[in-house]
């Protein structure tokens, strides 16, 4: 039986080896050239492009984009990581946001408490 998500991975690093592949030979770069830009091996960036692994993670698309001058956020929508932060992600920022709040309130009520005279 087929794996739904094996089968999405598959298709998401194909779209990008496509994309990348299509944006090098654009800028007339050798797979050799690209990949001494990124850093990264020839025959990785080979096989990113070919799809035969699953989608590089974010830090290595954002090399690769820049290394060829390309829109990061296309190249991560190729990779199958589009709307930015996933409801995991605005959870956690949310609680450290709440958090930051929390640290402040009790700094100030410390600094308050210090300043404050005392008595005899």
């Given at each position: 039986m087929a794996n739904p998500r094996a089968d999405s991975d598959a298709s998401r690093a194909l779209a990008l080896g496509a994309l990348l592949r299509k944006?090098?030979?654009?800028r007339s770069l050798t797979l050799e050239q690209l990949a001494q830009r990124i850093p990264m091996s020839a025959?990785?960036?080979s096989r990113v492009e070919?799809?035969?692994?699953?989608?590089?993670?974010d830090e290595v698309i954002e090399r690769i984009a820049k290394a060829l001058d390309a829109d990061v956020?296309?190249?991560l929508h190729a990779?199958?990581?589009?709307g930015g932060a996933?409801?995991?992600?605005?959870a956690v920022l949310e609680r450290l946001d709440a958090i930051g709040r929390d640290v402040r309130e009790v700094k100030a009520a410390i600094?308050?408490?210090?300043?404050?005279?005392r008595g005899p």
């Open positions: 944006l090098r030979r654009e025959s990785n960036l070919l799809g035969s692994q699953g989608p590089p993670p956020a296309e190249l990779a199958g990581r589009t996933g409801p995991f992600e605005r600094v308050s408490r210090r300043d404050k005279p």
